[in-house]
């Protein structure tokens, strides 16, 4: 091998790794962002550890629910993520839709609003119900990565009437948004 070709890997070696580490530090410090949450302390953390189904440090399922679909591994996952073909993961048009006034509102009127993916809002014998609250357009916490559909961003936070119940079914990013 020629001095030159050694020295080109050398610098390219030092370039990629410095790129690495860089990317490795940002991640590290984006990650410390508040939209992350943080781990319980204190108090909260003292309710969680008298729940029956905290165990071994982390809150257990009642029943075996694996993370990845029984025989799929997460190379599998990776892999077809990044090569397999998925035609028509968006629809073609924007999905229909109507906008309901919800600030006006009959207390007497039952109704079921979806906002799209898991959101949703139920008026049920007067009570308001919100479900998985996401509207900042974005159902990820790295902006603009993965955007609302057409036709189901059409409702802003200050569309809502004041709401009786919360419910959050879990605490993934695409159920409920730092800015929401």
């Not at 080109?8 to 070696?13: D, H």
Request: charged share 25%.
């Amino acid at each position: 091998m020629t001095s030159k070709f050694l020295k080109s890997l050398k610098w390219f070696s030092i370039i990629l790794t410095s790129l690495v580490l860089v990317l490795v530090v940002v991640t590290f410090f984006y990650m410390k962002k508040p939209l992350f949450g943080k781990a319980a302390d204190g108090a909260r953390l003292e309710r969680m550890k008298k729940s029956p189904h905290f165990k071994d440090g982390v809150f257990q399922n009642l029943n075996h629910t694996p993370e990845l679909t029984e025989g799929y591994s997460m190379s599998a996952v990776i892999y077809d993520k990044l090569f397999g073909e998925h035609p028509r993961l968006s629809p073609v048009d924007s999905i229909p839709s109507t906008k309901v006034d919800l600030l006006h509102l009959s207390p007497d009127s039952n109704v079921l609003v979806w906002f799209g993916h898991s959101s949703y809002f139920m008026q049920i014998d007067g009570k308001r119900i919100l479900v998985d609250p996401v509207f900042s357009g974005n159902a990820s916490p790295v902006p603009g990565t993965v955007k609302a559909f057409k036709g189901t961003d059409r409702y802003k936070v200050e569309d809502l009437p004041e709401i009786d119940y919360l419910i959050i079914s879990h605490d993934h990013y695409d159920h409920v948004d730092y800015e929401t």
